[in-house]
């Protein structure tokens, strides 16, 4: 019918898969280190993780990213847990989450 609306169905993402293991965090997608991650990231998207730069097991996540990926996503999602608001921060700044995570 030409009057009827026509919605689509919700389109999967190919990170979904890595996001798995963090059930409790469905918008986030976290996927492995890239060579984009590398490309500097302007001040303000950095600034807005300074409250996950500062968090007390940052520098704990950052290790296991680096050498135990699939256990910083485990991390992570406990992180989420107690600070729901860095959810918003690293969705709208993945590249500069991800430039944090490798240096």
Do not use: C, K, W
């Amino acid at each position: 019918d030409l009057g009827r609306s026509v919605v689509a169905p919700p389109v999967a993402h190919a990170n979904e898969a890595a996001a798995a293991p963090i059930a409790n965090v469905p918008r986030l997608v976290v996927v492995a280190p890239v060579a984009a991650a590398n490309v500097p990231q302007p001040a303000p998207a950095r600034d807005a993780l300074d409250a996950l730069r500062a968090h007390p097991r940052f520098a704990e996540l950052r290790r296991r990213y680096q050498n135990n990926f699939s256990s910083a996503q485990t991390l992570l999602g406990e992180i989420l847990q107690q600070h729901p608001e860095l959810r918003e921060v690293i969705d709208t700044n993945q590249a500069a989450f991800y430039d944090l995570m490798s240096q």
